[in-house]
């Protein structure tokens, strides 16, 4: 005994594709807006530092372990998914998260020395 399958309506098809879509876009434009954020975090830090803001060094400082964060668990996450050898994968990556990382200790490091603008 097969079953009888029946047919969705149109509009009910409509719905579910418009909303479906729509809530991704809504995610993704979240998730770019956010990204545009975290940088005009570390911009705007920058430029309270050259004002000399109060508020500047917390922002900056947050800006910076944001970064430390992200960059080393895309590296990680970047190594650990690619096949061996990754000497050269290895390479490249620590090319780029050991100045960035030590850029922002850096920057860490002189704005709890130098205290409050």
């Known amino acids: 005994m097969t079953p009888e399958w029946t047919a969705l309506p149109l509009p009910l098809i409509g719905w579910l594709y418009t909303l479906i879509c729509g809530g991704a876009l809504a995610i993704g ?6 990204v545009h954020l975290s940088w ?15 508020w500047s060094a917390v922002v900056l400082e947050f800006f910076c372990w944001v970064l430390i964060v992200l960059v080393t668990l895309t590296a990680v996450s970047r190594f650990r998914a690619a096949e061996p050898p ?5 390479l490249s990556l620590a090319l780029f998260v050991v100045p960035v990382l030590a ?15």
């Open 86 to 90: 990754r000497i050269t994968l290895g």
């Open 40 to 54: 005009i975090l570390g911009l705007a830090g920058g430029v309270g530092i050259l004002l000399g803001k109060t």
């Open 29 to 34: 434009a979240w998730l770019v807006v956010g």
């Open 103 to 117: 850029f922002c200790g850096a920057t860490i490091y002189t704005l709890r020395a130098s205290g409050p603008p």
